[in-house]
């Protein structure tokens, strides 16, 4: 069976430093991943999106890259974190390709910026 | 591009009774439109879908209905249950940028 994993789980970064949450996805090949970001109480927000090794697509202009440099290893990278970058990270996977199919989402990650 | 709203934002209901939250789309293309539920400090996970050329569907106390015309769709949860607090997503299928676009979401609480 597929399964996701995400980390780290929490992490609480100073302002300016550099952030790298990575994602894999066992049990399946040429999955359509996602990152996206929930802040406190509010909905979903795509960051970035890919469909392919080294595709990325970027939906929201902001400090934060991402990069696939494996079939099924998603990272979401950032050279020096703002306060704003603060939320709840979600890394997903899809096996059908343009938002018509199951999301399986991994465990997220908290980033806290102080 | 597709655009989802999401209401009402809280919802509160008695054990056992009926829940309804209803989203609103404005691309008529759209397609896809699944549900998710997300527990407290948890990830969501998907309790229904549907497709454009289906008008209902069930899945024991979780009903979806969809008005293509009227370009909303609607979630029904019945005799609701403690574990049935959460919050709720609705979503819909962006076919120009073929993407799902997400409502802003619905807490609802379960009173005992």
């Known amino acids: 069976s597929q399964t996701i994993h995400q980390w780290p789980a929490t992490l609480v970064q100073p302002v300016g430093s550099p952030l790298s949450l990575e994602c894999t996805v066992e049990?399946?090949?040429?999955?359509?991943l996602y990152w996206y970001r929930q802040a406190a109480g509010r909905g979903l927000q795509l960051l970035f999106y890919?469909?392919?090794?080294?595709?990325i697509s970027s939906e929201v202009p902001q400090n934060l890259s991402a990069s696939r440099p494996q079939d099924r290893q998603f990272i979401l990278s950032s050279k020096k974190l703002l306060l704003s970058d603060s939320g709840f990270y979600l890394c997903?996977?899809?096996?059908?390709?343009?938002?018509?199919?199951?999301?399986?989402f991994g465990e997220g990650s908290r980033l806290t910026v102080l | 591009g597709e655009n989802v709203e999401q209401h009402p934002s809280t919802l509160s209901v008695q054990e056992g009774d009926s829940a309804v939250i209803k989203c609103t789309y404005s691309?008529?293309?759209?397609?896809?439109f699944p549900w998710y539920k997300q527990e407290l400090g948890k990830r969501p996970q998907l309790i229904i879908d549907?497709?454009?050329n289906v008008g209902e569907k069930k899945d024991q106390r979780i009903a979806v209905t969809l008005n293509k015309t009227a370009k909303h769709f609607s979630l029904h949860i019945t005799e609701t249950q403690p574990e049935d607090s959460a919050v709720y997503f609705c979503?819909?299928?962006?076919?120009?940028?073929?993407?799902?676009?997400w409502g802003a979401g619905t807490k609802l609480i379960i009173k005992p």
């Open positions: 691309d008529s293309a759209s397609n896809y």
């Open positions: 549907i497709r454009s």
């Open positions: 049990g399946t090949s040429n999955p359509n």
């Open positions: 890919s469909v392919g090794i080294g595709q």
């Open positions: 979503a819909a299928s962006d076919a120009s940028n073929y993407q799902l676009i």
């Open positions: 997903a996977w899809s096996g059908v390709a343009g938002g018509t199919g199951e999301l399986f």
